[in-house]
């Protein structure tokens, strides 16, 4: 990966977002679990899909069927595993339909912008499908860097 290599801010191979903080807080919502704040339009989209991906998942919990933000919640967030199941499927909808609002009021890069691909002024994943999984793959040394500490985090969070 050349240091000078230049990036189209439009470019759908790529998802690039700032470090920042939601407007809300959130227990269930991985998205708004990061830190990671979507800076263009195809990252927008990106997120989107996948989010719901997710809530098209469904899986049989006592005796209801719940989306995947709810199983994986349940699954991992011990603060979610001691709340009754309806009252953690009703709080994953208020989060969804907040971070959708959030998501929608965001400001983006200029779509007819370039930037550099090694910079430490954004988090930039190189996006590739393989059958019909995307995968995110950091792109530069910040971004490596970046989603190592996280991945150590959500891991010491586990323990």
């Known amino acids: 990966m050349a240091n000078d290599e230049i990036i189209n801010v439009n470019d759908m191979n790529y998802a690039v977002y700032k470090i920042g ?48 933000f709810v199983a994986i919640a349940l699954q991992l967030n011990p603060k979610v595993q001691e709340m009754d199941l309806d009252d953690v499927i009703a709080l994953e909808e208020k989060e969804y339909l907040d971070i959708l609002e959030e998501l929608e009021n965001l400001e983006f890069l200029d779509e007819e912008s370039t930037i550099p691909l090694e910079t430490e002024d954004y988090l930039i994943y ?17 971004t490596k860097k970046y989603y190592a500490d996280e991945i150590k985090r959500i891991e010491d969070a586990l323990d």
Not at 126 to 141: D, F, G, M, Q, R
């Open 21 to 68: 903080e939601w407007e809300n807080n959130y227990e269930i919502n991985q998205i708004g679990l990061s830190n990671e704040i979507p800076l263009t339009k195809n990252t927008l989209t990106h997120i989107k899909f996948s989010m719901d991906e997710i809530r098209n998942s469904r899986f049989d919990i006592s005796d209801k069927k719940v989306n995947g």
């Open 126 to 142: 190189k996006l590739e499908k393989e059958c019909h999984i995307t995968t995110s793959i950091p792109a530069n040394e910040f």
